[in-house]
């Protein structure tokens, strides 16, 4: 495994690698306890899946964007790792399925070496930063938000503010006001604003899918380009400090802000302009909008046999770029699923005849960029022969689902296999959607809505339902979702639940209902509100009976046996080890790694290592007494209760730790406040020791 250091040219990334590996083999032991190693193997992209003993790796890809030597890496990784497919996910990931816990040290240091990363992929921690597919090449964009989603990636990743959140933190850049990126549903979205000439973005905050939706609040109508970095730190140095520990369902950014309120989020906000690692941030953007040169690019001629199906895979299947002659090819992907013997073929083709580049989008396809105009019959013919010109890219027909039973641990009922019986619906019964695009159609295989279904047009969420004694997989219906643009959406209402082998009959009486009562020109959204929830429901309720279920209806989509509702099994069991001792061998760390950042001059970094370490410490004595600390602002407040007579400090203790947020990041109080932290560490271990011994 020391070989990683030799191989990974960069240090941090080949001591990351080797940190996973040691870890791993501490887990076996019985050294690191479960729910520790969790978190530590979340953060490096490492996800237990349904199945015993293997692993899912989610691969992090900033925006989506790949190149075909990227691709190629990711192929071959999951050919000598798992079984060849690739799987992309509403965030524009990769994941990969079926990976031993052993290999993903090894795995992780073979995609590094073409500068893919595993790192915060999954985990409390700033989540992929997702972004339109169609940036930099969108005719509507007053600029290219890449660069800008990029820094952001670069700033957060391995970030101290960000390894140990209360839950996971998502990022979004939507490149136009069709908010592309769906800004309304993220922790911090970000639109593309020019205002007197000036560069920046319109800020949304604290939205959220799954269980208990939430649309985000404006946090500014207009904020420039250099201060979107600080603002994002100084929102997470908030979350993290009072942002839900415990209670894992409330431990989201969104209920932290309906909480206390937004304006008294802003105000805490405000309260750590001066602890920030920069108050300005210039992102670089040189030769963003430089002309590309594809000059030395041959054009193959091709014959088309079918005119017709050329004429309809280009209208509903390519995208004019504003880059004048260059047009972008849409792929629609099945389910998000492809095999690494196409990808090759594609990374070869995009290398030789277009820009190198391609894009995965928030819908689970694949976007092809700068294609010169000349090549779509070439790239036609070459991609037809992948499998890769199915009609209806981003359609009504391209429906978006979570993987569901098929691999998930949280997976109520199957997503995919209904996914695949509605598309054949659609394709059967309703070719015309094949370009339209004004209704979405998204599945999840539980509350999460991993497949986003909570913001669709038509919805279907994976649920049970009991008919007697026996058990049904079954589908939750919603309707009236929506992106409206400008940060703005709509969260779809709860129908009612029906089982899930007559969700293809739900989708057929909801649209030929909508067909045969709409008015002229009236959007499926407005054809909802017209008619109101109650008229769904109504006219859905004769499929929810369950009193007259066949014996068919007990089986999922996919499945030969009867259904049976299960959280699935797949993490390995270790040695639970005491807590307390855990949380204080980790403060250690965190010192370490505070003296680290000051040898390498990352003062901000340093400050933060050692504001961890006294938390973490704070914690493991606040445990000791049994007390509850479920955010960092609850572990200062509720220590100094309890120990201000126990633990000598020549301050009160939120005083003492509190000095993070009153002084500026200089060298001269990162090096104070870690020798504070590290003197605080010795007087804590020294009195754990003391109670230790007197128990004994």
Request: glycine share 6%; with cysteine; hydrophobic share 40%.
């Amino acid at each position: 495994m020391q070989s990683f250091r030799s191989e990974i040219e960069n240090p941090v990334v080949a001591k990351d690698i080797i940190d996973l590996e040691k870890k791993i083999q501490l887990f076996y032991e019985g050294k690191i306890d479960e729910e520790r190693f969790r978190s530590l193997r979340l953060a490096r992209g490492v996800y237990g899946q349904r199945q015993f003993g293997v692993q899912m790796i989610r691969i992090k890809l900033p925006y989506g964007k790949l190149t075909s030597e990227q691709l190629h890496r990711i192929a071959n990784v999951s050919d000598e790792y798992s079984r060849g497919r690739l799987h992309i996910t509403t965030r524009q990931d990769i994941q990969i399925h079926h990976v031993s816990l052993d290999r993903t040290p090894e795995l992780w240091a073979e995609l590094e070496k073409d500068d893919i990363t595993l790192r915060e992929a999954c985990g409390n921690a700033v989540r992929n930063v997702t972004a339109s597919e169609t940036a930099g090449i969108d005719k509507d964009e007053p600029f290219d938000v890449s660069p800008y989603a990029h820094a952001t990636f670069q700033f957060f990743l391995r970030n101290p503010i960000c390894q140990e959140l209360g839950r996971k933190f998502k990022i979004s850049f939507s490149g136009t006001d069709k908010d592309t990126a769906l800004s309304f549903m993220h922790d911090i979205g970000f639109i593309a604003k020019v205002k007197d000439g000036q560069v920046g973005f319109k800020v949304m905050i604290g939205g959220g899918l799954g269980s208990q939706a939430r649309l985000a609040d404006v946090l500014f109508d207009f904020v420039e380009a250099d201060k979107i970095i600080p603002l994002a730190e100084s929102v997470l140095r908030v979350f993290d400090r009072y942002g839900e520990r415990s209670k894992r369902a409330k431990a989201r950014l969104k209920f932290l802000i309906k909480d206390i309120g937004l304006d008294a989020f802003v105000k805490l906000v405000e309260e750590e302009q001066k602890a920030l690692s920069v108050t300005s941030f210039p992102i670089d953007t040189t030769g963003i909008d430089q002309e590309l040169d594809l000059s030395h690019v041959k054009i193959p001629s091709v014959k088309i046999n079918d005119k017709k199906a050329f004429d309809t895979w280009k209208a509903t299947n390519v995208i004019e770029q504003k880059q004048e002659g260059f047009s972008a090819i849409g792929i629609k992907v099945h389910l998000g699923d492809f095999y690494t013997d196409k990808a090759r073929k594609l990374a070869d083709l995009v290398k030789e005849y277009a820009g190198n580049e391609i894009r995965l989008s928030l819908r689970q396809n694949i976007l092809i960029r700068h294609v010169k105009n000349e090549l779509l019959p070439f790239f036609y013919v070459e991609l037809k022969k992948l499998g890769f010109v199915d009609v209806g890219y981003e359609s009504t027909l391209d429906i978006t689902s979570c993987p569901g039973t098929d691999t998930c641990n949280l997976g109520i009922a199957s997503s995919t296999g209904i996914s695949a019986e509605l598309e054949k619906v659609l394709k059967n019964e309703f070719p015309q959607y094949v370009s339209n695009k004004d209704i979405t159609i998204k599945i999840s295989g539980c509350m999460n809505s991993c497949g986003q279904h909570t913001m669709a047009h038509i919805g279907f969420q994976g649920m049970s339902i009991k008919s007697g004694k026996l058990v049904a997989p079954a589908l939750q219906v919603l309707l009236g979702g929506s992106v409206l643009g400008n940060g703005e959406g709509r969260i779809a209402d709860k129908v009612l639940k029906i089982p899930s082998k007559r969700g293809p009959q739900a989708l057929r009486t909801i649209l030929n209902n909508y067909h045969a009562n709409v008015n002229a020109g009236e959007s499926f959204l407005n054809y909802y509100d017209r008619q109101g929830e109650k008229y769904f429901y109504n006219l859905l309720k004769p499929l929810a009976d369950v009193t007259n279920l066949q014996q068919t209806d007990f089986v999922d989509w996919g499945a030969d046996s009867q259904y049976i509702t299960e959280v699935g099994v797949g993490e390995c069991a270790g040695v639970v080890i005491d807590l307390i001792a855990t949380l204080l061998f980790e403060s250690e760390e965190k010192l370490d790694n505070a003296s680290e950042s000051l040898k390498n001059h990352q003062y901000a970094d340093s400050i933060y290592y050692a504001y961890l370490s006294i938390v973490n410490t704070a914690k493991a004595l606040l445990i000791s007494e049994g007390k509850k600390t479920n955010t960092h602002a609850g572990i200062i407040s509720q220590f100094e209760e309890v120990f201000a007579s126990k633990i000598n400090l020549d301050l009160p203790f939120s005083e003492f730790i509190y000095q993070i947020q009153k002084n500026e990041p200089t060298k001269e109080f990162a090096e104070n406040y870690l020798i504070d932290a590290q003197s605080f560490y010795k007087k804590a271990d020294a009195f754990r020791a003391s109670i230790v011994s007197d128990e004994n």
